[in-house]
């Protein structure tokens, strides 16, 4: 049974620099889709990058881009997000997602496995 735990989160400034984390329980993540989600209060869930863990093929969205980074440790154990110049329009909750075959994207459906989520808070 493979669980996702993020962790991380909180509250900065605008400007400021946060890190999430997201360990798997019990698995690896070798060749794998691994994905960022955040959804804000009475919005829908959006996607915020992703990463193949088998290649290394790596998709920002663009509200995103330049400022936000994943990777993943040597053990391929924990996937990281982190997110720099941060921005008020940031602050959602923001949970990760894995699949484990087929391919990657930044569609929430694709994704069967999630954690709990991390609160991220900009002001």
């Known amino acids: 049974h493979v669980q996702l735990v993020e962790s991380g989160g909180g509250s900065v400034q605008a400007g400021g620099s946060l890190r999430l984390s997201c360990a798997a329980s019990?698995?690896?993540?070798?060749?794998?889709?691994v994905a960022w989600f955040r959804q804000a209060p009475g919005k829908e869930r959006e996607g915020v990058a992703f990463i193949y863990t088998g290649a290394g093929r790596i998709y920002y969205a663009d509200s995103v881009k330049g400022r936000f980074t994943i990777f993943q440790d040597n053990a391929k154990t924990t996937e990281y997000l982190q997110m720099n110049n941060l921005k008020p329009e940031d602050t959602a909750m923001y949970y990760c997602?894995?699949?484990?075959?087929?391919?990657?994207?930044?569609?929430?459906?694709?994704?069967?496995?999630w954690g709990q989520g991390t609160q991220v808070t900009v002001s």
């Open positions: 019990g698995y690896t993540f070798s060749s794998s889709c």
């Open positions: 997602a894995a699949r484990f075959y087929g391919g990657c994207g930044l569609t929430p459906g694709f994704y069967a496995y």
